[in-house]
């Protein structure tokens, strides 16, 4: 993941962008709930009056913390699949792109999961942000999915599968330490991927 730049002025760090950093870190190690407004002003080096100035409430914090992790994914895995012109390296880029995250020592799982699993929706703009990076995240493997050879009419499906086995090796990795889940989904994918791509463009063919 890309890390939260800290803008300077006058050689001293910019107190929003600094927060957000700071935010975003305690927010991947100790979640959302448990982490509060004082620990991270005191995190930060700041005071809450400061930290209430930048920003309205810890839940717009929030929201700017999955806003910038979303730029970082997006950035990050745009650089990964660029990095190829093959249809299926440019897919299995964002497969090998979770090998290195899931490689990273303050891996803790995916942010946007424990944001849906601790505020269950009862937050909109925080709900609307953990669809949207999951639905994201989706449309670019369907584009990808259809650059292999996969009918246009199997492209959704085939993306919603992919997407499932990346969600369940994030899981693997966590909880069971797995760090090659997503190297091991990729072979389950790969052959979804021959069969899928070997189909009849008529979506009406077995």
Not at 79 to 105: E, S, V
Not at 163 to 180: H, K, N, Y
Request: with cysteine.
């Amino acid at each position: 993941m890309a890390q939260t730049k800290i803008k300077k002025r006058g050689g001293r760090p910019n107190n929003r962008a600094h927060l957000l950093s700071v935010a975003n870190t305690l927010f991947m190690k100790s979640g959302f709930r448990d982490v509060s407004v004082d620990r991270i002003s005191e995190a930060a080096s700041v005071t809450k009056q400061t930290l209430y100035y930048h920003f309205a409430n810890k839940e717009q914090l929030v929201v700017e913390v999955l806003e910038e992790r979303i730029d970082d994914i997006e950035a990050s895995l745009a650089a990964a699949i660029n990095a190829h012109t093959a249809p299926r390296d440019r897919l299995k880029a964002i497969f090998d792109w979770h090998t290195a995250w899931f490689n990273q020592p303050d891996f803790t799982g995916c942010m946007f999961s424990r944001a849906a699993s601790e505020y269950k929706g009862e937050q909109r703009d925080i709900a609307e942000l953990v669809e949207l990076q999951k639905l994201e995240l989706r449309r670019a493997i369907r584009a990808l999915v259809e650059a292999c050879g996969v009918p246009p009419a199997r492209t959704d499906t085939i993306a919603r599968s992919f997407l499932c086995l990346l969600d369940g090796a994030v899981i693997s990795a966590q909880i069971l330490g797995e760090r090659d889940a997503a190297d091991n989904v990729w072979l389950t994918a790969e052959t979804i991927l021959a069969v899928e791509a070997g189909r009849p463009m008529d979506p009406a063919a077995p």
